[in-house]
């Protein structure tokens, strides 16, 4: 906000603390969104790539995707905190789609979390077009939460056959005893684990983690980003999620690994 508020082509809106999900609801009611793309990520995370986004947005015109970034999580539809029905969930720490799908979504399921989504309909502020999440949770909006963007994309896979597609986790930093805090993901982007969740665990997250904290507040720049990405291990696909690119069949209703095509595509993209 500091380096860019100012600037021309920066919108910066104020939103109640409803978490991220939150926001992209809002703004496909209230802004006037002129872009044909919408590019979400989180406060920690830190781009590492100068074609980050360009990769994103390429993969959606070539393969005709409609969202590309990072996997949260695919459901088998054998959950018991989930629908019967699968889908694939895409996350807010790196989501690329076009703005008319961002709005269906928006419209329709919702990325709010459910548990945050009473006292917004009882004001009268949202309302959402589908409602097979509070039939299935019951009355009661804290019976079954959700995280951001898990209704939307249920609502997605259930109703509609969009194709998806979800980089790879490379990299990854922070090992026992110390916890998990970070992640690179396909060499675009840096997924530090610097959020509310972190506070006040920071025992637990171990003393590189206290010393990074600390010295992001007092001043982030590419020489702190540089040395943090270089504690950073090879992820290890029996330890680790979501080491493979990964592509979402639509009509299947089934995830596949990427295809050598595919995989070929993305590194070219790289270096353009």
């Keep these: 906000m500091a380096e860019f508020g100012n600037d021309e082509d920066v919108t910066i809106i104020r939103l109640k603390p409803l978490w991220d999900g939150y926001s992209i609801?809002?703004?496909?009611?209230?802004?006037?969104?002129?872009?044909?793309?919408?590019?979400?990520?989180?406060?920690?995370?830190?781009?590492?790539?100068?074609?980050?986004l360009y990769v994103c947005i390429n993969l959606i015109k070539e393969y005709g995707f409609s969202f590309?970034?990072?996997?949260?999580?695919?459901?088998?539809?054998?959950?018991?905190i989930y629908?019967?029905?699968?889908?694939?969930?895409?996350?807010q720490y790196l989501r690329v789609g076009k703005t008319e799908d961002y709005k269906e979504l928006a419209m329709e399921g919702?990325?709010?979390?459910?548990?945050?989504?009473?006292?917004?309909?009882?004001?009268?502020?949202?309302?959402?077009?589908?409602?097979?999440?509070?039939?299935?949770?019951?009355?009661?909006?804290?019976?079954r939460g959700s995280d951001n963007a898990?209704?939307?994309?249920?609502?997605?896979?259930?109703?509609?056959?969009?194709n998806k597609f979800s980089f790879a986790v490379t990299n990854v930093m922070g090992v026992p005893p110390e916890s998990g805090y970070g992640r690179i993901i396909d060499d675009i982007i840096f997924h530090f684990g610097f959020h509310r969740t972190s506070v006040?665990?920071?025992?637990?997250?171990?003393?590189?983690?206290?010393?990074?904290?600390?010295?992001?507040?007092?001043?982030?720049?590419?020489?702190?980003?540089?040395?943090?990405?270089?504690?950073?291990?090879?992820?290890?696909?029996?330890?680790d999620a979501f080491t493979t690119r990964s592509v979402w069949d639509g009509k299947l209703k089934k995830?596949?690994?990427?295809?050598?095509?595919?995989?070929?595509r993305i590194e070219e993209l790289k270096k353009a």
């Excluded at 609801?25 to 980050?52: A, L, S």
């Excluded at 019967?84 to 996350?91: A, E, R, T, V």
């Excluded at 995830?255 to 070929?264: D, I, N, Q, V, Y």
Aim: aromatic residues 14%.
């Design 255 to 264: 995830s596949f690994p990427a295809s050598e095509e595919l995989h070929k």
């Design 150 to 162: 898990v209704v939307a994309h249920y609502w997605e896979d259930k109703y509609r056959e969009n």
């Design 200 to 239: 006040g665990v920071e025992n637990e997250m171990g003393k590189k983690y206290c010393d990074w904290k600390d010295r992001i507040n007092n001043g982030c720049d590419d020489g702190l980003i540089d040395e943090m990405l270089s504690f950073a291990r090879a992820a290890n696909p029996i330890q």
């Design 68 to 80: 590309v970034g990072g996997l949260l999580s695919e459901t088998s539809g054998t959950e018991s």
């Design 83 to 91: 629908p019967p029905n699968k889908f694939y969930w895409l996350s």
């Design 110 to 143: 919702g990325f709010t979390r459910f548990h945050a989504r009473k006292e917004l309909e009882e004001s009268g502020e949202m309302k959402w077009g589908n409602d097979d999440w509070k039939k299935w949770a019951s009355e009661d909006y804290q019976v």
């Design 25 to 52: 609801d809002y703004i496909m009611r209230f802004c006037d969104v002129k872009t044909e793309y919408v590019c979400m990520i989180e406060t920690d995370v830190f781009p590492i790539h100068k074609n980050w």
